[in-house]
């Protein structure tokens, strides 16, 4: 058992090197304001993980563990790693910190995703988010590699179920929808027009493929950070601190899958399944039979990986909202909605949130226990006790998935 005493994220709206930040800086800002919300100090921390993606391509920088030295002379000499699967990098930071505790090396952990992507243009930002792919073997005519991607997802659902744009846009909409109410989101701000989702070539151009400018989440700079704690630990937490420890959040079941780095290989793989991603719903399934969830109705809401709108149409399937290839059904009838059956990326997910890619493991995590613990201000869901997270590196290369809920649950 694994408890989360809190943490922290940035505002994804931000460009660092627009405010003069670089990489450590906003490290350490990360740390420092998690530190605080969760009333810690860095001499109580046993262990520290990082997810990271790109650091090296995006700010030229590898050794990401260092940078916890750098913050308070208190973590010189703790123990540190960086931890890297492609946008799953930050879930699998967690992972790890998760084992180290339940194998009793440490009761304190802190992990860390971060991400700066806007500090270089966005045809180099895009080659080098490419290297998630098999490089020398797929999408070598692509100009945008994962928009292609999900463009061949998206072909996919549509010649073996059928598939509408309209649902698509669905899904963008509702996310940027629940952006607005993210103080934390990069688009809260924006405006759109009602041809914006639409496929109308103006109002939303074609990027790769089916892929338009709405399905895409956003590229961004940003931190997350949650302190991890043992059972022992927490209870000493919450008694310091006087609330109970059944009023903390833990992660109460865990997935992890690996399938091979190639789309055509993982498609190819599941021409006679039930599922496009079998290993996606392998990984679902393990969090949910861990965590003794046995029902969709146990579950109050889903942070999910919408990268592309395809993404999530393929995840809404996948969580078991509803048969394979009839996500439309819960698009359609409301179910993913605000206020829906079983709430779909409250947050504004990646489409309306933002996804600096290393954070997004780290980040979902945060807001599942916001939402157990009451403390996700203008988009709680009413009554949140459990939550399920779903993190995708590549083409569902690494699926990673947690069960988070409030201990008294």
């Known amino acids: 058992m694994v408890y989360i005493l809190g943490g922290w994220q940035s505002d994804f709206s931000q460009v660092w090197s627009r405010q003069g930040m670089d990489i450590a800086q906003a490290f350490a800002e990360g740390i420092n304001q998690g530190l605080s919300a969760t009333d810690l100090d860095a001499a109580e921390v046993e262990t520290g993980h990082v997810g990271n993606f790109t650091a090296e391509l995006f700010a030229g920088q590898g050794q990401l563990g260092g940078f916890f030295g750098l913050v308070d002379p208190a973590f010189d ?5 960086r931890h890297e699967a492609a946008c799953a990098s930050g879930s699998v930071a967690l992972l790890a910190a998760t084992a180290e505790i339940e194998a009793g090396r440490y009761d304190l952990a802190c992990v860390i995703g971060i ?16 290297a998630a792919a098999w490089a020398g073997h797929e999408y070598h005519d692509a100009e945008f590699v994962w928009p292609r991607a999900f463009s061949d997802l998206a072909e996919e659902y549509d010649q073996r179920y059928g598939l509408s744009y309209e649902h698509l846009m669905r899904i963008a909409e509702i996310n940027f929808g629940n952006a607005k109410r993210n103080p934390n989101a990069q688009t809260r701000g924006h405006r759109f027009t009602p041809e914006s ?31 991890l704690a043992s059972p022992e630990r927490a209870a000493d937490y919450a008694c310091k601190r006087g ?8 992660i109460s079941g865990w997935g992890h899958r690996t399938a091979p780095i190639g789309y055509a290989q993982k498609i190819a793989a599941s ?18 039979a861990r965590a003794g969830v046995t029902a969709l109705a146990q579950l109050d809401a889903v942070e999910t990986h919408d990268c592309f709108t395809a993404t ?16 439309w059904q819960a698009i359609e009838d409301g179910s993913i909605d605000r206020g829906g059956r079983l709430p779909v990326n409250p947050s ?34 009413d009554g949140a006790e ?3 997270t779903l993190n995708i590196g590549g083409s569902t290369t690494t699926t990673v998935s947690f069960i988070v809920e409030r201990a008294a649950a």
């Open 77 to 81: 000499g703790m123990p540190a790693a």
């Open 115 to 130: 991400e700066q992507m806007r500090n270089v243009p966005g045809n180099l930002a895009a080659e080098h988010l490419g």
């Open 197 to 227: 989702f639409t496929a109308d070539d103006d109002a939303n151009p074609v990027i790769e493929g089916r892929t338009r400018k709405m399905d895409c989440g956003q590229v961004t700079d940003g931190t997350a950070v949650v302190f």
């Open 243 to 250: 609330v109970a420890l059944d009023s903390l959040a833990r």
């Open 271 to 288: 021409r006679d399944q039930a599922f496009v991603f079998p290993q996606v719903r392998r990984a679902i399934e393990d969090a949910r």
């Open 312 to 327: 999530e149409y393929m995840a809404i399937d996948h969580l078991g909202l509803t048969p394979p290839g009839q996500s």
């Open 348 to 381: 504004g997910g990646l489409i309306g949130l933002g996804h600096p890619v290393g954070a997004t493991g780290v980040r979902m995590l945060l807001d599942a226990y916001k939402q157990v613990t009451d403390r996700a201000g203008d988009y709680q869901v």
């Open 386 to 388: 459990r939550l399920q």
